[in-house]
């Protein structure tokens, strides 16, 4: 019992957000991963899979009955699909095409259609990295487009861009942090136009803006390698910067309330989740000082715990994080102690997805981790029902020496939504219990 009610201590205190049972609408649905169900649920039988147009990295968005997902096609990524598919049986519905603005060699050393898009009530919105940006109706009219080329100049990255889109009822925030004069722009969501333009970081980043709450409002908080900063969504100023982070450049930042939020950072390659990487991996408080400014600073930094490109999660009172090697590390969210560490079947690039009292591990290899009563980690099951991607040599669009990767996964519902390079796979939730 004492157990217990520590738990539910800290699910009060450090609440992970929750989302619609049958809405994703942007990337990592804004910060909620965790589902609203009490049941305890396992994966079942691959309900519909479709072969999309080209390649892409982003995940997909849902959205009224919809899925809108996005994808570059051709050797040198000349073209960039938005294509919307129907949830309950992954019928095409619609496919909208644009000549990308900068077109590139397709390689597995640069981003492709890595930008997730956002939906609401009135449409889609989505960012390609060659510097396309189009909004489009729920039935695929396009309501506005722009050209960040034409508007801004070249978009010239290492690796390509990855942000993918942030949004708030009125704006969409599209970050751009290329080689040089890199910048945030915000673009009001009827019309297009633009609300603002900021400076970026200067750093190499592939993670994504996210809102933070905070007292009185939201921070807009950017992480690029080796800096944070928070931005006031309504004007663009800056209104706090912090360095004393490193290896933060793929992680984004994940809302926890009141003005915190959980960051990961890996550093180097072939790291084993010791040494001072770990010290940048951990919670970030935003405070007002006693001048009235602004800052931001560590709440706590793990001592053995990094990440790798998913972004940590808190669930359940507990914090996530899972290195390159796949070893998953559970902290007190609180206080950052360390509760346990396991080993999964594999590495993931998709950010894990809490449900109830279980927690859902999606390898890039395609296999499913799922970790049951949290708390303790005590049982931790793993499926495996996707069909093997294609050889690696064999498919034009595939990616990587062993082929295309799982990028992404999202929940509607009664449904896993995976989203793989090539692939995407609507997979059943089966419930076992209710609680």
């Known amino acids: 019992m004492k157990h217990r009610a520590f738990q539910l201590f800290l699910i009060a205190t450090i609440a992970a957000p929750t989302f619609a049972a049958d809405t994703w609408p942007s990337f990592q649905n804004g910060g909620n991963t965790a589902s609203e169900t009490r049941a305890t649920v396992s994966l079942g039988e691959i309900q519909w899979q479709t072969e999309l147009t080209g390649y892409g990295q982003s995940s997909p968005v849902v959205w009224n009955g919809n899925v ?6 051709g050797d040198n990524k000349d073209k960039c699909h938005v294509t919307a598919y129907q949830l309950s049986n992954g019928e095409q519905l619609w496919q909208h095409t644009i000549a990308n603005a900068t077109p590139a060699e397709s390689s597995n050393y640069i981003s492709k259609a890595a930008p997730t898009p956002v939906a609401d009530l009135h449409g889609v919105v989505a960012f390609f990295e060659g510097g396309n940006v189009v909004a489009l109706t729920l039935d695929g009219s396009v309501r506005w487009e722009r050209n960040f080329v034409t ?46 333009k900021s400076k970026g970081l200067g750093a190499t980043a592939w993670s994504s803006p996210r809102l933070v709450p905070v007292d009185g409002g939201q921070h807009l908080v950017l992480s690029a390698i080796g800096k944070l900063a928070g931005l006031d969504p309504a004007s663009g100023e800056q209104l ?23 960051i990961g950072a890996t550093v180097g390659r072939g790291e084993s989740g010791g040494g001072r990487a ?55 969210a609180e206080t950052g102690s360390e509760l346990f560490a396991k080993r999964l079947q594999g590495s993931m690039w998709a ?33 495996n029902e996707l069909p093997k991607p294609p050889e690696p040599d064999a498919p034009a669009e595939g990616e990587g020496r062993d082929g295309p990767v799982l990028y992404a996964a999202v929940i509607s519902d009664d449904r896993v939504l995976l989203r793989r390079g090539d692939r995407l796979f609507s997979v059943a939730l089966k419930t076992i219990a209710v609680r």
Request: aromatic share 10%; charged share 20%.
């Open 151 to 196: 508007d801004y100049g070249d978009v010239k990255a290492r690796h390509g861009l990855s942000s993918s889109l942030e949004q708030d009822n009125d704006s969409v925030f599209v970050w751009v942090e290329r080689s040089e004069d890199p910048y945030i722009v915000s673009l009001n969501k009827q019309s297009g136009e633009t609300e603002w």
């Open 351 to 383: 950010t894990p997805i809490g449900m109830g009292e279980q927690v859902l591990f999606c390898q890039k290899d395609g296999k499913v981790d799922t970790l049951s009563n949290i708390a303790s980690s005590q049982t931790l099951t793993t499926w």
């Open 68 to 73: 809108y997902i996005t994808t570059v096609e």
């Open 240 to 262: 706090w910067a912090f360095d004393g982070i490193s290896g933060n450049s793929t992680p984004t930042p994940m809302p926890l309330g009141n003005g915190r939020f959980l």
């Open 278 to 332: 770990a010290e940048s991996n951990g919670v970030v408080q935003i405070s007002k000082g006693e001048d009235g400014n602004w800052k931001a600073d560590y709440a706590w930094k793990a001592k053995r715990a990094t990440s790798s490109f998913g972004s940590p999660i808190v669930h359940n009172g507990v914090a996530l994080f899972v290195n390159r090697e796949g070893v998953l590390y559970g902290l007190n």
